[in-house]
């Protein structure tokens, strides 16, 4: 179901999954039997109008979201900064943002630029992510966390923290970027108020693939966008001069959808309908539990950075070493594509679909010859891209 080039392991799939094949034809039939055909009739012929809503729907049955409360577009970005505005608005009188200092920069660097934007009075905390718990508070607004960490894979507790956040009044908005697609996911059982997510990751919806978000069936008709976008009115197609939000998670929309990317995601997306999460979180224990086996056994020097609990950390694996982006080029250049992690993290994504022990014992062996040979130890491997 997907196209792997030949002579590669790929264990990055937790950064930019692998195009699925079917993907191939959907953007294929979009551009031309839709688009080319249709032009613009295909918004109603062929449903493109409904499109962010019934994705949506897909990526909810895997994050344990209800029909009709996660809508797909955007950016992860965008849809980060959609529910922190609207979290804050709704508790209006506590004035912090909860969220840990291993949290991926992006959600930090929205939460920083929203306090300038509105310019309340509220503050970014982040403590360790072990003492985030302990550090919720009565004056806190929001608590904001990614559930796996990206550079270790550490897992956040999503129930215990949403109870204790839920106690003391606080909201909670969960990004799902590394374990939708990764790990079994109930934002709805567990209470989340918010959870947002990208595509691009382990649910193979291709570079720069859109974001989506859920909100909490509960507090979605309180929920004020703070991007009021046209398509996230009531009545589009009224086009009346005053915004009035649409019902329902509908609201949460922007601009229009780009509709080839969403055919690429709609593909993805094909590949889970027979898939247990249940079985893909094992498989992914599995593979991962052989592989620090198989690595550590061969590489001495390496540091497991992420936690050696299986069930405390998420899909990947990382290990540390002072000379890692060297190390990750040298692996690259073999056939063993990771990625990198400053300052010093050798990050490895493990997704069942398309891996497999075979895969795990040929990377393991790459990273113990590089290693004991010393093969990262050459300048061409030290100069930096733009991408790491």
Not at 264 to 284: F, G, I, P
């Amino acid at each position: 179901m997907f196209r792997l080039p030949e002579g590669v392991t790929y264990l990055d799939g937790n950064s930019l999954g692998p195009l699925p094949v079917a993907a191939i034809e959907a953007v294929n039939r979009t551009m031309c039997e839709e688009w080319g055909t249709e032009l613009i009739r295909a918004w109603n012929t062929r449903g493109w109008i409904g499109k962010p809503r019934g994705l949506g729907d897909r990526i909810g049955r895997l994050i344990g979201a209800p029909a009709g409360s996660v809508v797909v577009g955007d950016t992860l970005s965008i849809k980060v900064f959609q529910a922190l505005a609207a979290a804050i608005r709704l508790r209006p009188g506590r004035r912090v943002i909860l969220s840990d200092n291993g949290n991926f920069p992006t959600d930090l660097y929205m939460a920083q630029g929203l306090i300038d934007l509105v310019d309340g009075g509220h503050e970014l905390r982040t403590p360790a992510p072990e003492d985030v718990a302990a550090a919720i508070s009565e004056d806190v607004a929001v608590v904001m966390l990614t559930e796996v960490d990206y550079r270790t894979g550490r897992l956040h507790d999503m129930p215990g923290i949403i109870r204790t956040a839920h106690a003391a009044g606080a909201l909670v908005i969960w990004d799902l970027a590394h374990s939708a697609g990764a790990l079994p996911v109930d934002v709805h059982g567990a209470g989340a108020d918010f959870a947002v997510g990208c595509t691009y990751k382990y649910l193979n919806g291709g570079p720069g693939a859109p974001a989506f978000i859920y909100v909490e069936p509960g507090i979605v008709g309180s929920v004020q966008p703070a991007l009021s976008g046209w398509l996230g009115h009531d009545a589009p197609f009224a086009f009346d001069l005053d915004y009035r939000p649409a019902a329902g998670i509908e609201r949460m929309r922007v601009g229009t959808p780009p509709l080839l990317a969403y055919a690429a995601l709609e593909a993805a997306l094909m590949v889970w309908e027979d898939v247990s999460m249940a079985d893909v979180r094992a498989r992914s224990i599995q593979l991962s539990e052989l592989f620090i086996a198989e690595v550590e056994a061969r590489c001495p020097e390496l540091e497991l950075a992420s936690p050696r609990d299986p069930l405390a950390r998420g899909s990947q694996v990382s290990f540390r070493f002072p000379e890692g982006y060297a190390v990750m080029q040298a692996l690259i250049a073999r056939g063993v594509i990771g990625d990198f992690r400053a300052p010093d993290i050798l990050r490895f994504g493990f997704t069942p679909l398309y891996l497999d022990e075979a895969d795990i014992l040929r990377a393991a062996e790459t990273i113990g010859s590089t290693m004991q040979h010393r093969l990262w130890d050459d300048d061409a491997y030290r100069r930096k891209g733009a991408v790491t």
